[in-house]
């Protein structure tokens, strides 16, 4: 009901409508007033806070969290005295003929005669990347007239069809999928369409597709075996990136999604002999291995218990002693001389961690920590029983810190074939970088024997994992 419409004097409504106007603008004050206090405290707590939080790495680290004061105010880089390592030696590379500078015969500011001069050497690295080029090649034709068909020769170095020749091809496939250069800047460098480059990826990774059976049979077989998953986008979709691997293979998947339905894919459904170590991802439940809990996750986990419940003297207690524990099972591995000594060490490492997560405790937040020890009792302590296995899945999210960054470059797949490719190269791209220090040399090599015989079923895995490992 209006004001208009109640039986008062005109002066009382006058004095009620200013009063409701009053309130209003009462009201946009304070709604005002609680956004900006929001806003500056959010400010503030960036201010303060590390830039990823709990994720941020030690580089990112002004100084140690337990540093003492005279650790804070020193400086970084070598200490006084140190002679360094230097720079490596180029001896190795190939010596072009003396050059010799001459220094004229008068000076260039004042023109006068020079003296009779000396020499001063130096050394200078000269380094002209050549560009593509093209080459016409004639092939001779002949008729048969025993099979009734044309002979036409292989070109040397070139796979059938293909536009690029196999050192072209093995140098784009290298540096898009291993160096995380993009598509685009390899056209700017090399003059070429990127079309061209994307088709002749595509072909590449048709050839190469039957390799990936036997690398994910390598990859199961494995004592140990590191996984994990990251986002990535395809034509606008999200999607995932998983990957699994272990010492000298690895197998990327490119899916768009994240449920545990892929990392069985990749583990399979039969039993597998060794520990598949992860972070505490539910996806990686129920899977056919053993497996192990990543304690640079839990170490984090800790460290945010203690920051969201600051001044708690239980909660204080309790990181204190449970932290250096984990660190040292995350370092066990670095330090032991003999299996004997491992195995003892790694024992009573052990018991003290199940001494601290099974002791009694008040405070909820240290309850909720005790019961990831309590109920997972067989994904936790396998680094006690191997030495192979660590305690840890640092090895799983530095290999796949190139497929983050590229995904940060590229935005991710533009197509389902392109992440199909995608899968296929950083996977075979990526077990040859494990295994061979020439990665390039050996899949131009490979493509070349396949050149020689267009016409002849040619093992690829042979010639790509095999003769590399038998020639080291």
């Known amino acids: 009901m209006a004001l208009r419409d109640v039986n008062m004097c005109p002066w009382c409504i006058h ?3 200013a009063a409701d106007r009053l309130r209003k603008k009462l009201a946009r004050v304070e709604a005002q007033n609680r956004r900006l206090r929001e806003l500056l405290g959010k400010r ?3 201010i303060h806070e590390l830039p990823f939080g709990s994720s941020t790495p030690p580089s990112k680290l002004p100084y140690k969290p337990g540093a003492d004061d005279a650790a804070k105010t020193r400086q970084g880089g070598a200490k006084a005295g140190h002679q360094g390592h230097g ?6 590379l190939p010596q072009l003929p003396d050059l010799t500078v001459s220094a004229g015969c008068s000076c260039p500011d004042c023109h006068g005669a020079l003296e009779k001069p000396s020499c001063r ?6 380094w002209r990347p050549e560009p593509p080029a093209v080459q016409t090649v004639n092939q001779e034709e002949a008729w048969c007239p025993h099979c009734q068909k044309t002979v036409r020769p292989a070109v040397p170095g070139v796979l059938p069809q293909m536009l690029l020749d196999n050192g072209a091809l093995a140098q784009v496939a290298m540096l898009h999928y291993l160096e995380g250069l993009t598509i685009g800047h390899l056209a700017k460098m090399t003059g070429l ?4 480059l994307i088709e002749s990826q595509h072909r590449l990774a048709e050839l190469l597709e039957p390799l990936l059976p ?3 049979a390598e990859v199961r077989g494995a004592g140990v075996i590191f996984g994990d998953e990251t986002t990535w986008r395809n034509n606008g979709d999200n999607g995932y990136a998983w990957m699994v691997r272990s010492v000298d293979t690895v197998v990327y998947a490119f899916r768009g999604t994240r449920a545990g339905a892929v990392a069985r894919e990749l583990v399979g459904e039969q039993p597998l002999p060794g520990v598949l170590c992860t972070d505490r ?17 839990l170490l984090r986990d800790l460290e945010d218990l203690e920051k969201e419940f600051p001044g708690q003297a239980e909660i204080a207690a309790f990181v204190k002693t449970l ?22 060490r790694a024992r009573r490492l052990k018991a003290a961690i199940q001494e601290i997560v099974n002791r009694p405790a008040r405070h909820a937040g240290i309850q909720s920590y005790q019961a990831i020890f309590r109920e997972n009792p067989d994904k936790l302590y396998h680094w006690a029983d191997d030495p192979l296995v660590p305690a840890e899945n640092n090895t799983a999210e530095r290999h796949l810190r190139g497929t983050v960054i590229a995904r940060k470059l590229s935005f991710g797949s533009q197509s389902a074939r392109g992440a199909k490719t995608r899968e296929i190269l950083m996977s075979v791209l990526g077990t040859l970088a494990l295994r061979t220090p020439d990665p390039w040399l050996v899949l131009r090599h490979a493509l070349d024997r396949i050149a020689e015989q267009p016409d002849r079923r040619i093992e690829l895995a042979a010639i790509l994992f095999d003769e590399p490992a038998r020639a080291a």
């Open 214 to 216: 036997r690398l994910l």
């Open 44 to 46: 503030n707590r960036t």
């Open 15 to 17: 004095h009620l409508a």
């Open 193 to 196: 369409n990127k079309s061209t």
């Open 281 to 297: 991802y539910a996806g990686y439940n129920n899977l056919p291995i053993a497996r192990q809990f990543c304690y640079a996750h």
């Open 323 to 344: 932290k250096p524990k984990l660190t040292a099972a995350m370092r066990l591995r670095r330090h032991y001389t003999s299996l004997t000594s491992f195995q003892q």
């Open 87 to 92: 720079r490596r030696s180029h001896a190795h």
């Open 121 to 126: 050497r130096r050394t200078v690295i000269r």
